[in-house]
């Protein structure tokens, strides 16, 4: 068997895995449950941190001098 082929059945059996998984999770209702709060948990914690961090990017790249009280030099 070639690489190329070892990656491929290897590749088919992950997503093979992924979809049955995601059959069960869909299927059941308190797994169903869980997998959406854990998804509202993730988008809670990452998007937050994501408009931060761009909202903090413009505001550099504007070359606007750093707020009063701040301890960095301009």
Do not use: D, F, H, K
């Not at 999770?25 to 509202?40: C, D, H, N, Q, S």
């Not at 990452?46 to 550099?60: F, G, I, N, S």
Request: hydrophobic share 55%.
């Amino acid at each position: 068997m070639t690489a190329a082929t070892a990656r491929t059945v290897a590749n088919v059996a992950v997503a093979s895995a992924g979809v049955a998984a995601a059959y069960v999770v869909i299927t059941t209702p308190p797994l169903r449950r869980l997998a959406l709060g854990l998804v509202e948990v993730w988008l809670g914690a990452t998007v937050p941190v994501y408009l931060v961090r761009q909202a903090r990017q413009a505001w550099v790249e504007s070359g606007r001098a750093p707020r009063l009280g701040s301890r960095q030099a301009a």
